[in-house]
């Protein structure tokens, strides 16, 4: 091949990865809208779910990891998975939970089967009725 030619192919080559670059970027800053598709049993309402924040797969995707994630637990040994078994509806089934320093709770874990009709997000505190809430007060 001449110089010519991988001179020009390579040219092609970095404009094409320019475009792909910026279509990324298009879709990725692209409003969400109406795009999430609800999968729910018949007859169930689609959550409520702020206007300003509209639900998406990446969303679902990122709570999903969050869920399983000890990082975010204090001591990093937790994760929400560890008191809200999904064969257990949620819950740990236990009439005290036990937390990440080995201190029995309060309380057993509550149930998150259908949180999203949910308007609390406790039995400790009605007043906890956000997420971003709720992930700063300590589970011990």
Known sequence: MSVTKQVARG??????CRVLALLALVV???????????????GFPEPRVPEDNPMSDAKVELGR??????????????SCASCHFQELAFTDALPVSVGST????L????????????????????VLRHLEQQALVPMF
């Open 28 to 42: 990725a800053c692209s409003p969400e809208g109406d795009s999430y598709v609800w999968a729910l049993p018949e």
């Open 11 to 16: 040219r092609l080559g970095a404009v094409l």
């Open 102 to 105: 080995g201190q029995s709770t």
């Open 65 to 78: 990891h969050l869920f399983y994630d000890v990082r975010l637990s204090g001591n990093q040994t937790q």
């Open 107 to 126: 309380r057993g874990a509550m149930s998150l089967v259908n949180v999203a009709y949910t308007p609390t997000l406790t039995w400790a505190s009605p």
